[in-house]
């Protein structure tokens, strides 16, 4: 069943500007992960953040994990056009089977 | 690396024909396959879990004879939708593990199916 919850459902900014996005799930996990899928497409991974991690960095992308909060943020820095995609969080636990949060939709104005 | 395929890409079937959707590892073994689910605009929901060699566990609700699974070899798995009927009309991804505690899953491209 599905775990994340994520916020926003959409966000729409500018070339340039940072994206925030959040996730929070229910049950205690081993690792939880970023995805992005552009429309119509397969998922692209982007980052995954172990449980005893607070925060992990891949370019322009800023992961952090506040498991007291059963909470994770993903931050896209000086967004471009290509950013555009909707992004998902996906917590495994016990048996490493994900569980996708229902997901944001970024667009990125030129 | 870690490339996994997905064939075909999109696939229109008329009303209570089978149709087979293929899911390839192509650069590492994968003990273990996952097949999800996506409506549009909505998140992927896991369908079934296989394992190279035995049956795949279903998650609840998923009939396991409407969706059939098999995981013949360590590199490919096959989902077939049996007597499709539009309301499996859907997006099809299936993901796959190196298993053995790597519990990282690489997606395939999707598999947009249209039952009319």
């Known amino acids: 069943s599905q775990q994340g919850e994520e916020d926003p459902q959409a966000l729409s900014i500018q070339e340039g500007e940072n994206a925030t996005m959040n996730c929070s799930y229910k049950t205690s996990i081993n690792n939880l992960q970023w995805y992005r899928q552009n429309s119509g497409r397969g998922l692209v991974h982007l980052i995954l953040?172990?449980?005893?991690?607070r925060e992990k960095h891949s370019g322009r992308l800023r992961v952090t994990l506040d498991t007291s909060k059963k909470s994770s943020s993903l931050l896209i820095t000086a967004s471009r056009a290509a950013d555009t995609a909707s992004y998902f969080c996906a917590t495994d636990a016990i048996d490493y089977k994900l569980s996708f949060g229902a997901g944001t939709t970024v667009t990125v104005r030129a | 690396g870690a490339v996994v395929s997905q064939h075909p890409s999109r696939v229109i079937c008329k009303s209570g024909t089978s149709v087979k959707i293929e899911c390839r590892s192509l650069d590492f073994q994968a003990t273990t396959m996952f097949w999800y689910r996506q409506f549009p605009k909505q998140s992927l929901m896991l369908m079934a879990t296989?394992?190279?060699?035995?049956?795949?566990?279903?998650e609840q609700g998923v009939e396991k004879d409407k969706f059939l699974i098999n995981h013949a070899s360590l590199t490919l798995s096959t989902l077939t939708v049996t007597s499709a009927h539009p309301e499996d009309s859907s997006f099809y991804i299936c993901?796959?593990?190196?298993?053995?505690?790597?519990?990282?899953?690489?997606f395939g491209p999707g598999t947009r199916l249209t039952v009319t």
């Open positions: 993901s796959a593990s190196q298993g053995g505690g790597s519990f990282e899953q690489y």
């Open positions: 953040i172990r449980s005893n991690e």
């Open positions: 296989s394992n190279e060699g035995s049956k795949a566990t279903y």
